[in-house]
Each structure stands twice: as C-alpha cells, then as structure tokens.
C-alpha cells in the first residue's frame, strides 16, 4: 500500500485547510486511515481516523482537535480528507497520512510523506 499526502501549506490562525491522502494498491486489507502529526521538537501525535470497511463509518479524533478538525473519505474509501478549521499556532506540525489493518492505532501499518501546515498567528 502506498499512501500520498497533499494540501499542506501556511494558513492564518482561525482559518481552514484540507488536507487529502490517496492509498493506492492493496487498499482493500486496509481497516482505517488516519492522520498523525509532529511539531518542531515534539514527539509525533495521533490527530484523527476513519475506518474504511464495512458499511458504517466510525471516526476517532484526539482530544485537542475535537471540534475543529474532520475527517471524512470518498466513495471509493481509497482517498481519506482532513477538514482544519478554527486553526491554531499550535496546530503547526508536519502532519502524516497512515493506515492500519487492524485496529492498533499505536504501529500503523503504512506512512505516508509528511504534508508541512505552517499556521501564522
């Protein structure tokens, strides 16, 4: 499975970005995507997932983007969005596509590239 990130850049605090993450080959032993991201000095962090399987949708999102962030995916469940609304300074961070098989958020199968969302205060 390979996973490309786009859609990063600089944004103003409080404005919107979205962020998008394309899987391609053996998509269909995928369980969920998600979003992690790493700011300057900091440890990487779990942002948001989705899974993919199965004809509901269940998401997940930490604590510190309830609220601003959304994730969604297309109808193929092969493309996964992350809607940041309401952003913050602290919201800067290299932010990375993932995916898992299972359910085990802590060592996700695949990464994507890193997308830069920069945000001015």
């Known amino acids: 499975v390979q996973l490309q990130a786009s859609g990063g850049g600089l944004v103003q605090s409080g404005g919107s970005l979205r962020l998008s993450c394309a899987a391609s080959?053996?998509?269909?032993?995928?369980?969920?995507m998600g979003w992690f991201r790493q700011a300057p000095g900091k440890e990487r962090e779990f942002v948001a997932a989705?899974?993919?399987?199965?004809?509901?949708?269940?998401?997940t999102y930490a604590d510190s983007v309830k609220g601003r962030f959304t994730i969604s995916r297309d109808n193929t469940w092969s493309t996964v969005y992350l809607q940041l609304n309401s952003v913050k300074p602290e919201d800067t961070a290299v932010y990375y596509c993932?995916?898992?098989?299972?359910?085990?958020?802590?060592?996700?199968?695949?990464w994507g590239q890193g997308t830069l969302v920069t945000v001015s205060s």
């Open positions: 080959g053996r998509t269909f032993s995928l369980y969920a």
């Open positions: 989705i899974t993919l399987s199965g004809s509901g949708t269940s998401t």
């Open positions: 993932a995916a898992v098989t299972g359910s085990n958020w802590n060592r996700p199968d695949y």
